[in-house]
Nanobody, 126 residues
Framework: EVQLQASGGGLVQAGESLRLSCAAS????????IGWFRQAPGKEREGIAC????????YYRDSVKGRFTISSAISKNTIYLQMDRLKPEDTAVYYC???????????????????WGKGTQVTVSS
């Protein structure tokens, strides 16, 4: 059984940084795609960063490009999202997701993903 567990959220001020972690148990990091998504109150879930093992490419939503970085530590079965220069509009519940696929996930659509972790709240104050 695949289980993803996101952590690392919290309350920060604008301009500060956070690193989210996603522990993946039971997931095989071979021919895969991983992603981070977020959902703000009253808004749809949006994909903000995805990585595809097929070609090693990453996709970032325009609003986070240059500020967020997705990475993984396969030996630790962990996915990360480094978030720098946070803005109040980054406030949302953040979710990690994964799928076994040879597809290049670009853009980062939620329907590509099979496995989801419970969200972690990120709040950025102005």
């Amino acid at each position: 059984e695949v289980q993803l567990q996101a952590s690392g959220g919290g309350l920060v001020q604008a301009g500060e940084s956070l690193r989210l972690s996603c522990a993946a148990s039971g997931f095989i990091f071979d021919n895969y795609a991983i992603g981070w998504f977020r959902q703000a109150p009253g808004k749809e879930r949006e994909g903000i960063a995805c990585f595809s093992s097929r070609d090693g490419s990453t996709y970032y939503r325009d609003s986070v490009k240059g500020r967020f970085t997705i990475s993984s530590a396969i030996s630790k079965n962990t996915i990360y999202l480094q978030m720098d220069r946070l803005k109040p509009e980054d406030t949302a519940v953040y979710y990690c997701a994964a799928v076994t696929t040879q597809m290049v996930v670009r853009p980062c659509f939620a329907y590509y993903m099979d496995y989801w972790g419970k969200g972690t709240q990120v709040t950025v104050s102005s």
